[in-house]
């Protein structure tokens, strides 16, 4: 009676275009270059293609810009600020708002009678610090007017 010799196993895959087979390691002394390896077929549609862009590109995004913003605060602070304050015209005060620059207040009573007393927002001297150049009488750059807090 003969023994019959069964076939290696096999293995099949949607993802592959020759099946693998599976050989006994005697067999696979053989020469490398006799080797050969599965080829393995990608099939990609365009909703692939458009996730991993979008993906690519939303990690670009989000290295790029805190870079941008970077140079460019370096890049101001090389930079000197010689523009004048547009809220005081570089003078570095406002005119109080309260008293219009008086520096008093006058107040009508009942009866015709009128009260002057000094202005309580300005102390009388009729005008404040500027609130936007705090008296320097530069306009600050639009980065330098944001205070940058890490919340972790």
């Known amino acids: 009676m003969r023994a019959s010799v069964s076939s290696p196993p096999r293995l099949h895959s949607p993802f592959i275009h020759r099946p693998v087979s599976f050989t006994p390691s005697s067999s696979r002394?053989?020469?490398?270059?006799?080797?050969?390896?599965?080829?393995?077929?990608?099939?990609?549609?365009?909703?692939?293609?458009?996730?991993?862009?979008?993906?690519?590109?939303?990690?670009?995004?989000?290295?790029?810009?805190?870079?941008?913003?970077?140079?460019?605060?370096?890049?101001?602070?090389?930079r000197e600020n010689t523009q004048p304050c547009f809220p005081c015209n570089g003078t570095g005060a406002q005119k109080c708002r309260l008293c219009v620059g008086s520096g008093n207040v006058t107040v009508e009573l009942g009866g015709g009678e009128k009260e002057v007393s000094n202005c309580i927002n300005c102390d009388g001297a009729g005008s404040l610090t500027c609130t936007t150049c705090q008296g320097s009488g530069l306009q600050p750059r639009y980065l330098d007017r944001r205070e940058f807090k890490d919340d972790d």
């Not at 002394?29 to 993906?55: F, H, Q």
């Open 29 to 78: 002394l053989r020469s490398p270059a006799a080797a050969s390896y599965p080829r393995i077929k990608a099939e990609v549609d365009t909703n692939t293609v458009v996730a991993i862009s979008v993906g690519v590109a939303s990690v670009a995004l989000g290295i790029g810009i805190p870079v941008f913003y970077e140079t460019q605060i370096d890049n101001a602070a090389k």
